[in-house]
Structure formats: C-alpha cells, structure tokens
C-alpha cells in the first residue's frame, strides 16, 4: 500500500492560496491521488482526483510531477469555511485490490481572519 | 437519494456487551468500507466489501465482524466490546471515482 505523509498543520488567513503536499514514494503505476475534505463532526468529502499532470475543478487544483510521488492541493482564497482536514488517499488501482483505500493522517487547516 | 445513511448516530455499551451498526446506501454501489475515528487522529480501515457477500479486513479489523448480505447493506458488529473500541465509526460506499461517507456512529464503551 502506498502511505502518505503529509504536514500536519497549517495555518493560513483569508484570501490567501493555499499549498497542502503529500508525498507518497511507492505510489503503484495505476494509483489514483485523491484528496477529501473532513469537518469536525462529518464524514470526509470528495475534493479532487488526479493521476498525472495537473487537474482543476470548481474548488481546488491538483498538481502532480511526472515522478507521482507527491502531490499537492491548491486552495484559492481560502475562506474561514475552508477550516478543515485535509486527507490525501493514494490507491483504487490494481496494486491495492481496487478497493482497499487506506487514509492517512491528513493536515489541520485552520484559516484566521 | 439518502446516500449513506448509519444506525444508530450515538450508543453507550458497558463493556463485554455486543451490538450491530447499519450502514445502508441507495447508490447501487458494489464497494463498501468501515472506519474509526479517534478524537484528534485520521481514519482507520476496519472491513471492507467488493460486493455483496464478500468481506475482507482492513488496517484494524480484530474485534470487529462484518457481513454484506444484501449490495445495499453492510453491518458491522462487536460481539464483545471493549474500551478501547471507543471511536466514532464511519461508513462508506464508492463509485468509479470517490468514496461517500455517512454521518458517523459515536459509540461510548464504558
């Protein structure tokens, strides 16, 4: 299984970006990165997912080197509701089964006015 | 759609006591997951299933059992729980893509 590390904490202000890396060096050839949102109190929530090269959606860009043994998660103006956990998850592919998906510890994003 | 939805949200069981928790999804999803949550750390994979009637274990499984039935259903069960079985427990299902959690069990063992 590919494990991750990423920061443990982070502290930011609003408006500003935000870069959140993980590295994961035995990232198998047909892992997929995918990164999740968690709220004190909720379930995890689905941000983005990558496999090579850069990714962007409406919330967050993925920027992933050609190597894939990092990545990292890009918040634009960040918000006081972006105060959060972020989880980076490597895996879906073959070399985990496609279903065994395992989180790490994630990193505390705690946003100040 | 519900989604995910668990029973029940919270429970206190006594030590040596057994209980089963429900986790139900509407998404025709074939992959289901259990994780635990200790106050302050990251997620923990207890069981999972590929599809009904298959289970498998996960980072953590001893003390738990699992059964997947039915695609939709997937419990969890301790059949004699201890302290340290004291987490909040969650469950999700997943497409092509990602996972979908539900809300969470908090479940107290004393």
């Known amino acids: 299984l590919a494990k991750t590390t990423q920061p443990i904490s982070m502290d930011s202000y609003e408006g500003q970006e935000v870069n959140i890396t993980c590295s994961h060096n035995?990232?198998?050839?047909?892992?997929?990165i995918t990164w999740y949102q968690q709220f004190p109190s909720q379930g995890p929530r689905f941000i983005i997912q990558g496999y090579k090269t850069k990714v962007t959606n409406e919330v967050a860009s993925l920027f992933i080197p050609a190597d894939r043994k990092s990545s990292t998660l890009s918040l634009p103006r960040v918000s006081l509701s972006d105060t959060a956990v972020y989880y980076c998850?490597?895996?879906?592919?073959?070399?985990?089964?496609?279903?065994?998906?395992?989180f790490g510890t994630g990193t505390r994003l705690l946003v100040s006015p | 759609n519900a989604g995910v939805t668990q029973t029940p949200k919270f429970r206190v069981l006594k030590t040596g006591q057994s209980m089963t928790l429900l986790c139900a999804q509407d998404?025709?999803?074939?992959?289901m997951y259990w994780y635990r949550q200790d106050p302050g750390m990251g997620l923990r994979l207890i069981h999972y299933s590929v599809g009904e009637g298959t289970t498998a274990k996960g980072e953590v499984p001893d003390g738990y059992n699992v059964s997947r039935l039915k695609k939709q259903n997937f419990l969890l069960g301790l059949e004699s729980a201890a302290p340290s079985q004291t987490s909040v427990y969650f469950c999700?299902?997943?497409?092509?893509?990602?996972?979908?959690f539900g809300s969470g069990t908090q479940l107290s063992v004393l």
């Open positions: 035995n990232i198998a050839t047909n892992d997929y």
């Open positions: 998404m025709n999803h074939e992959y």
């Open positions: 999700a299902s997943r497409d092509n893509e990602k996972l979908f």
């Open positions: 998850l490597v895996g879906g592919g073959p070399s985990t089964g496609f279903q065994k998906l395992v």
